[in-house]
């Protein structure tokens, strides 16, 4: 962002954007769409409701969080540095999320990388490779990662980006939700239309968050193996 900007690119990104999903759904189904008809905003009243947007994308940041990142992403499938390093293998719908999402970074490193980043990593730890436990194996890699430069650049903007794709994934179940129930309540085809739109917004994104979040732990480990003897 620029320097005159107020907030940074991730606060824009995952908490703006957030919130405006979420606040068109709400106005579409609770305000009568005001917001949007409204043909003669003024500069306090665009400020205060990108102020409004702002604050819902923090508070839906808990949640998306909470959810799509730690039961979602690391109950219901296999966290990713199980998955790159082998601890466990892909079941099918790793598989197919990662078909799906197109994310060579959620499948396994080539078992020679696998066999030497786990030996690096449990001679470290002084535990056995087939004790290994995944959250361990990321928490001792990551300060080696975080060391190099152009590592550290990479993984902040995988995590800008795995922030704002889970953050907005989240508005967007909320919006489908939301505009679901007004749907059943008005049977308004335009209502029926956005609400499909929200879904495949939030299915997609959920889809990137995904992603990135697997290249993020791939890019920790990737290091981790370059810069450990």
């Known amino acids: 962002m620029k320097d005159w900007f107020p907030l940074a690119s991730y606060e824009f990104y995952a908490f703006l954007t ?17 917001l949007a008809h409204e043909q003669h905003w003024t500069i306090v009243s665009g400020v205060f409701w990108a102020v409004v947007a702002y604050l819902v994308g923090q508070i839906i940041a808990m949640p998306s969080a909470a959810l799509l990142e730690h039961v979602v992403a690391r109950r219901i499938l296999r966290p990713p540095s199980e998955i790159v390093l082998g601890i466990h293998p892909p079941r099918r719908r790793e598989r197919w999320l990662a078909a799906l999402s197109g994310a060579r ?3 396994p490193f080539p078992v020679p990388n696998q066999t030497r980043i786990m030996g690096k990593l449990a001679t470290g730890l002084n535990v056995a490779s087939t004790a290994m436990d995944g959250e361990a194996a990321f928490v001792a890699a990551f ?6 430069s152009d590592t550290a650049t990479r993984l902040d903007n995988f995590i800008n980006q795995y922030g704002m794709c889970r953050n907005v994934s989240m508005a ?7 505009l679901a129930y007004a749907s059943w309540q008005t049977h308004d085809r335009m209502t029926v239309t956005l609400m499909i739109g929200a879904a495949v917004l939030a299915i997609g994104l959920f889809l990137r968050f995904i992603k990135f979040y697997a290249a993020y732990t791939r890019e920790v480990f990737r ?3 370059k810069v450990v003897s």
């Open 18 to 34: 957030t919130g405006m999903v979420a606040l068109a759904a709400y106005d579409r189904v609770f305000m009568g769409s005001a």
């Open 105 to 107: 970074e959620y499948q």
């Open 143 to 148: 300060p080696h990662a975080r060391s190099v």
């Open 172 to 178: 967007a179940i909320i919006a489908t939700a939301m």
């Open 223 to 225: 290091t981790y193996d």
